[in-house]
Each structure stands twice: as structure tokens, then as C-alpha cells.
């Protein structure tokens, strides 16, 4: 039923094809569980970092298990030696360490700390600019890869550090 409203009334549902949906409905659930197993009810960048912290004061981080991610993101946000304009749409705020997400970016931080935060940060930074509107702005349109990927994060670190393996 909802899914039938959805249709008739949100511009650009009824365009936006299965796999898009999927992917956009299994990442609001996914950051749910991540939420509550992992940040407390709480998240934000400063929850991440500590969480990322104690993985790697645990020896547990893992980080090249996100190389695809953050290669993804890479090639997603940085092009012909420059932050792309998809970069500045993440919205990164002060408290997000866009200096920090930047330079991993770019290539310039890239310890196993920097690529895991950043690999989270962007992913907090969909989940967002998913539940506060901005996706909205092209009707959710372009979106499956980054969710995609996104859930691919989320899943893996479910699996490792909430139990879920």
C-alpha cells in the first residue's frame, strides 16, 4: 500500500527503478541497525571516529576490507586532480572533518584509521542528506551505486563489530 502512494504522489517514485529502491529501503534499515548496535541510539562523526578508534586500539579495524569503498569514493569525489562538485554535495559540516575526509579523498591521509573514518563519514553524510531532504533535490535519481555501496559498508562492519557474522 505505501509503496502504491509512494507512486502516485512523491515526484520521481514511480521512475525510479526497482534495484534504486531496494537499495535506498535497505540502507534506511541497515544505518538503523547500525545506529542502534554501534553508536548508541546517537550517531555522528565524533561516535564513528571513537568506534573506528577502539577497532584499531582492538586490533580488529580491517581496513583493506573497505578498499572497494573507498576506491569507489575516490573516483566518485576526486577527478583530474580536483574535489569534484558531488564532493561539496555531501554537505560536510565542521564536525564531520571535511579536512580530513578531503585529504583521504585525494589520496594525501590514507592510514587505515583515515580510510575507515572516511569510508563512515560519507556514508553518515548519505544517510543525511537522505533524512533530511537534500536527496530529494534530483528525486533520488543516480543513487544506486551509492547506496549500494553504502550497504556494503554498513553490512560489513555489522558483520565484524555488532555480531552479525
Not at 68 to 82: H, I, W
Not at 145 to 156: D, E, G, H, I, P
Amino acid at each position: 500500500m505505501s509503496e502504491k502512494w509512494l507512486e502516485e504522489r512523491v515526484p520521481g517514485y514511480a521512475a525510479l527503478p526497482g534495484p534504486d529502491r531496494d537499495a535506498i529501503k535497505a540502507f534506511a534499515l541497515l544505518w538503523s541497525l547500525f545506529e542502534s548496535r554501534l553508536m548508541g541510539n546517537d550517531a555522528n562523526a565524533r561516535r564513528i571516529a571513537q568506534a573506528v578508534e577502539r577497532w584499531e586500539t582492538d586490533g580488529v579495524l580491517c581496513a583493506e576490507l573497505y578498499d572497494a569503498e573507498v576506491a569507489y569514493f575516490r573516483e566518485r569525489y576526486f577527478q583530474n586532480g580536483e574535489l569534484t562538485f558531488r564532493f561539496d554535495n555531501l554537505q560536510l559540516r565542521r564536525q564531520d572533518m571535511p579536512d580530513l575526509v578531503a585529504a583521504c579523498i585525494r589520496g594525501d591521509a590514507g592510514s587505515a584509521r583515515d580510510r575507515v573514518l572516511t569510508t563512515l563519514i560519507i556514508v553518515w553524510r548519505y544517510r543525511n542528506n537522505l533524512f533530511h531532504g537534500e536527496k530529494w533535490a534530483y528525486d533520488l535519481q543516480g543513487q544506486l551505486a551509492n547506496f549500494s555501496c553504502a550497504n556494503a559498508v554498513l553490512m560489513r562492519v555489522l558483520e565484524r563489530h555488532a555480531g552479525f557474522g
